[in-house]
Nanobody, 115 residues
Framework: QVQLVESGGGLVQPGGSLRLSCAASGSSLIIYTVGWYRQAPGKQRELVAVPTIGGNTNYADSVKGRFTISRDNDKNTVDLQMNSLKPEDTAVYYC?????????WGQGTQVTVSS
């Protein structure tokens, strides 16, 4: 069993930056593929960034060049650095740990981009 807790969300002005963190407990994340997703009001949850088997990262077109995912296996965390934020990035951001038929979600962290 993996418990995931997201943090780092908040209110930021357009053009600003935030760094989200996904901290895991209960198990090491080393065997899991950990990605970030988001859900805006009235919309379906969508992929933001997820590593691929080949070692690259699949980013949503809307965040390419602005967001970067990274992981620290020693700290058992996966972070999402978000730069040049736009109002359309406003959403609840979730991390997901996936391995085989095991899939775990955190409770989400709110990101609001507004002036």
């Amino acid at each position: 069993q993996v418990q995931l807790v997201e943090s780092g969300g908040g209110l930021v002005q357009p053009g600003g930056s935030l760094r989200l963190s996904c901290a895991a407990s209960g198990s090491s994340l080393i065997i899991y593929t950990v990605g970030w997703y988001r859900q805006a009001p009235g919309k379906q949850r969508e992929l933001v960034a997820v590593p691929t088997i080949g070692g690259n990262t699949n980013y949503a077109d809307s965040v390419k060049g602005r967001f970067t995912i990274s992981r620290d296996n020693d700290k058992n965390t996966v972070d999402l650095q978000m730069n040049s934020l736009k109002p359309e990035d406003t959403a609840v951001y979730y991390c997901n740990a996936n391995w085989g038929n095991r899939s775990y979600w955190g409770q989400g962290t709110q990101v609001t981009v507004s002036s």
